[in-house]
């Protein structure tokens, strides 16, 4: 199907005369924006502290990418469908502007050498580099700015459509020139969403379908291209010869190898056997258990591969299982925290984890947004408007934490606290007569019937008689060890919890469909949240396919909280705001928080070199280290 860009796009991708347009007033363009106007780098800065401008150029750096992915079945990472390959966003495609990982939130000048946002902040006018220009040698101009944008918030993956719900147009000033207007209150971040939203080839998609999974290789303007690739198995991408911005300084000493290839494995148990064996260079281990036991090789002995704890002060996020509220059983809050009464964290940790975690508690875990102690003037002052929806201890005490259980896999007080919580909802204990088999290792047996292969369970129901029965949804082997104990501890209270393991494609299609009880997921917070948080927390997303909103949360209170992050004016009225609705957040259980590390643990075959500092808020792997030809001989 081809577009019809004059029906769908009548007014923003048409050429418009200025004369007589009362223009905004604008402030002084900059080679940087921020969102409270902080910038650490001056106009004229060399390159970023965190490299090295003098890193060698070649060499391959292979690897298996991080954020679970499985898979991969299209080369368009833009869009709701397919499961896209990794990488296409940070090596193929570019912005108007890159972020420096060494700040909260600054973004400085790649394809746009200035922003120049209005003294309202109601718009931002970017100039253009006129030697940007796409791999095929196309030039790269406005329209293909306008292009991106109304594509990406029409036709684009619900994430691009919740964050420029409120960037109204961009308009064409020149040839190298676009500005983009802005409505509303929550205005602070769009200059730094539009800055990064990526820049596509309004040439190329005329000719191949934006809405559609495709494994065509894309034309960006990147400093890559996808090279060799086999579907779920491997991609590669070889670095462009003719990149047109090899010497700006926000890529001096970045982009460093020859070629990156992103190997995918459906077993981590697989991946790490490969990587022992040499099959790929690079790996952070995500596994606890498995970093503990299982790097003591001959090539870790001899120094052949090395390992590293890189520090990770960036925000560690919200990993848990998301309790996905759309269905009945779980909309009683007093049912997920018994939920979370039952977990027992510091069993897993002593046993499963070898005590390399800290518990989880709020969503912005790991960054001063975090909620603690008594809400401070400041957020009472945010909170007290809806005093009468919250629970008192939100107003007065300490957030909600997790239970500190006694390490023994069942809490006998814990689980009491889970059943008088359950029984208040509406679950009452029966017991039953089930299959031996069926009632798995964690019946409480109440008798022996004597009766063939037949015995008694304790299960819970409701008033009209459903049983509560949950599913935990993995795609992981390596999760199953973690959620069985637990669903033999909810048979305890008579929860029936059993376990689902699919593959990696048909996961992706109920996650995104919301068509799961309990799911295991992992979302990082920026240290300046934005839009995104619609994506997360909004009433909105609650019922839009593909958002990150797994538990459902539709809350009123959570929706004007997150409004007031959006339009905070200064970081101090940003850390009120998050810090308000972290304890909104975690007063309503909508998950059962997991773990976190503030480092990276990483081990990689000594042919690979970094840069002497680390990026505060990044790995910064895969674009400034680089490959050692010396110390790779050295390994033949």
Same mark, same amino acid.
């Given at each position: 199907m081809k577009w019809r860009f004059a029906a769908l796009f009548p007014i923003a991708l048409v050429p418009i005369a200025l004369a007589g347009l009362a223009l905004p007033a604008m402030a002084e363009p900059r080679h940087g924006i921020s969102a409270f106007g902080e910038l650490k780098y001056p106009r004229d800065f060399k390159h970023f502290d965190y490299v090295n401008p003098n890193a060698p150029k070649g060499g391959r750096f292979n690897h298996v990418g991080s954020g679970g992915r499985l898979t991969f079945d299209s080369f368009n990472p833009f869009i709701l469908?397919?499961?896209?390959?990794?990488?296409?966003?940070?090596?193929?495609?570019?912005?108007?502007? =890159? *972020?420096?990982?060494?700040?909260p939130d600054a973004m400085y000048g790649l394809i746009a050498q200035s922003a120049d946002i209005a003294k309202d902040r109601m718009s931002v006018v970017f100039e253009l580099r006129p030697e940007a220009h796409f791999a095929n040698g196309s030039p790269l101009t406005a329209d293909d700015v306008i292009y991106s944008f109304l594509t990406l918030k029409e036709k684009g993956h619900p994430v691009f459509?919740?964050?420029?719900?409120?960037?109204?147009?961009?308009?064409?000033?020149?040839?190298?020139? =676009? *500005?983009y207007e802005f409505k509303g209150e929550q205005i602070r971040d769009l200059p730094l969403i539009v800055a990064g939203l990526p820049v596509l080839s309004k040439a190329y998609y005329a000719k191949v379908n934006f809405e559609e999974t495709t494994l065509q290789a894309p034309v960006g303007s990147g400093p890559y291209a996808v090279g060799d690739f086999k579907q779920g198995s491997s991609v590669t991408y070889k670095r462009r010869a003719d990149y047109w911005g090899a010497k700006l300084n926000v890529t001096q000493g970045r982009f460093n190898f020859d070629e990156i290839r992103f190997e995918y494995f459906r077993d981590r148990t697989a991946a790490l056997e490969s990587f022992k064996a040499g099959d790929y260079d690079f790996r952070e281990e995500f596994t606890a258990r498995d970093w503990a036991n299982a790097y003591d090789f001959a090539a870790v002995r001899d120094g052949r591969v090395q390992r590293l704890t890189l520090p990770d002060e960036s925000p560690s996020g919200a990993q848990g299982f998301f309790i996905n509220t759309r269905r009945d059983k779980f909309k009683d809050p007093r049912v997920r925290r018994a939920l979370d009464l039952a977990f027992d964290y510091e069993w897993m940790n002593k046993n499963l984890f070898y005590g390399l975690y800290q518990r989880t508690a709020s969503y912005f875990e790991n960054s001063p947004m975090k909620a603690s102690g008594p809400p401070s003037a400041?957020?009472?002052?945010?909170?007290?408007?809806?005093?009468?929806?919250?629970?008192?201890?939100?107003?007065?005490?300490?957030?909600?934490?997790?239970?500190?259980?006694?390490?023994?896999?069942?809490?006998?007080?814990?689980?009491?606290?889970?059943?008088?919580?359950?029984?208040?909802?509406?679950?009452a204990i029966k017991t039953e007569t089930v299959d031996k088999q069926d009632c798995g290792t964690a019946c409480s047996l109440m008798r022996t019937l004597g009766v063939g292969n037949r015995d008694t369970e304790q299960v819970l129901r409701n008033a009209r008689g459903e049983m509560l029965e949950i599913e935990f949804l993995t795609n992981e082997p390596t999760m199953e060890r973690i959620v069985t104990p637990y669903t033999q501890t909810l048979r305890l209270l008579g929860i029936r919890a059993t376990v689902r393991r699919v593959d990696a494609a048909q996961y992706e299609r109920r996650v995104k469909s919301f068509d799961f009880d309990v799911v295991t997921q992992r979302y990082v917070m920026r240290l300046t949240p934005g839009p995104e948080l619609l994506n997360y927390f909004s009433s909105q997303s609650a019922v839009t396919d593909g958002s990150f909103n797994l538990a459902g949360i539709a809350d009123p209170v959570v929706d004007a909280l997150t409004a007031k992050v959006l339009e905070a004016r200064s970081r101090e009225d940003l850390l009120a705001a998050t810090r308000a609705l972290d304890r909104v957040l975690r007063a309503g259980h909508y998950w059962i928080p997991h773990w976190y590390k503030a480092a990276h643990n990483i081990a990689y075959w000594n042919k690979l070199d970094r840069p002497e500092t680390k990026p505060k808020y990044d790995r910064g792997v895969l674009d400034t280290w680089w490959y050692d030809s010396a110390k790779a001989a050295k390994l033949k």
């Amino acid at each position: 199907m081809k577009w019809r860009f004059a029906a769908l796009f009548p007014i923003a991708l048409v050429p418009i005369a200025l004369a007589g347009l009362a223009l905004p007033a604008m402030a002084e363009p900059r080679h940087g924006i921020s969102a409270f106007g902080e910038l650490k780098y001056p106009r004229d800065f060399k390159h970023f502290d965190y490299v090295n401008p003098n890193a060698p150029k070649g060499g391959r750096f292979n690897h298996v990418g991080s954020g679970g992915r499985l898979t991969f079945d299209s080369f368009n990472p833009f869009i709701l469908k397919g499961d896209p390959a990794q990488g296409l966003g940070e090596l193929v495609f570019e912005s108007l502007m =890159v *972020r420096a990982v060494d700040e909260p939130d600054a973004m400085y000048g790649l394809i746009a050498q200035s922003a120049d946002i209005a003294k309202d902040r109601m718009s931002v006018v970017f100039e253009l580099r006129p030697e940007a220009h796409f791999a095929n040698g196309s030039p790269l101009t406005a329209d293909d700015v306008i292009y991106s944008f109304l594509t990406l918030k029409e036709k684009g993956h619900p994430v691009f459509r919740s964050q420029l719900r409120d960037v109204v147009t961009a308009v064409k000033l020149g040839p190298h020139r =676009v *500005r983009y207007e802005f409505k509303g209150e929550q205005i602070r971040d769009l200059p730094l969403i539009v800055a990064g939203l990526p820049v596509l080839s309004k040439a190329y998609y005329a000719k191949v379908n934006f809405e559609e999974t495709t494994l065509q290789a894309p034309v960006g303007s990147g400093p890559y291209a996808v090279g060799d690739f086999k579907q779920g198995s491997s991609v590669t991408y070889k670095r462009r010869a003719d990149y047109w911005g090899a010497k700006l300084n926000v890529t001096q000493g970045r982009f460093n190898f020859d070629e990156i290839r992103f190997e995918y494995f459906r077993d981590r148990t697989a991946a790490l056997e490969s990587f022992k064996a040499g099959d790929y260079d690079f790996r952070e281990e995500f596994t606890a258990r498995d970093w503990a036991n299982a790097y003591d090789f001959a090539a870790v002995r001899d120094g052949r591969v090395q390992r590293l704890t890189l520090p990770d002060e960036s925000p560690s996020g919200a990993q848990g299982f998301f309790i996905n509220t759309r269905r009945d059983k779980f909309k009683d809050p007093r049912v997920r925290r018994a939920l979370d009464l039952a977990f027992d964290y510091e069993w897993m940790n002593k046993n499963l984890f070898y005590g390399l975690y800290q518990r989880t508690a709020s969503y912005f875990e790991n960054s001063p947004m975090k909620a603690s102690g008594p809400p401070s003037a400041a957020e009472l002052a945010l909170l007290e408007p809806f005093r009468h929806r919250l629970p008192t201890d939100v107003m007065t005490g300490d957030p909600y934490s997790p239970p500190v259980t006694d390490g023994s896999g069942a809490d006998r007080q814990k689980l009491r606290e889970a059943v008088k919580l359950l029984a208040a909802a509406g679950w009452a204990i029966k017991t039953e007569t089930v299959d031996k088999q069926d009632c798995g290792t964690a019946c409480s047996l109440m008798r022996t019937l004597g009766v063939g292969n037949r015995d008694t369970e304790q299960v819970l129901r409701n008033a009209r008689g459903e049983m509560l029965e949950i599913e935990f949804l993995t795609n992981e082997p390596t999760m199953e060890r973690i959620v069985t104990p637990y669903t033999q501890t909810l048979r305890l209270l008579g929860i029936r919890a059993t376990v689902r393991r699919v593959d990696a494609a048909q996961y992706e299609r109920r996650v995104k469909s919301f068509d799961f009880d309990v799911v295991t997921q992992r979302y990082v917070m920026r240290l300046t949240p934005g839009p995104e948080l619609l994506n997360y927390f909004s009433s909105q997303s609650a019922v839009t396919d593909g958002s990150f909103n797994l538990a459902g949360i539709a809350d009123p209170v959570v929706d004007a909280l997150t409004a007031k992050v959006l339009e905070a004016r200064s970081r101090e009225d940003l850390l009120a705001a998050t810090r308000a609705l972290d304890r909104v957040l975690r007063a309503g259980h909508y998950w059962i928080p997991h773990w976190y590390k503030a480092a990276h643990n990483i081990a990689y075959w000594n042919k690979l070199d970094r840069p002497e500092t680390k990026p505060k808020y990044d790995r910064g792997v895969l674009d400034t280290w680089w490959y050692d030809s010396a110390k790779a001989a050295k390994l033949k």
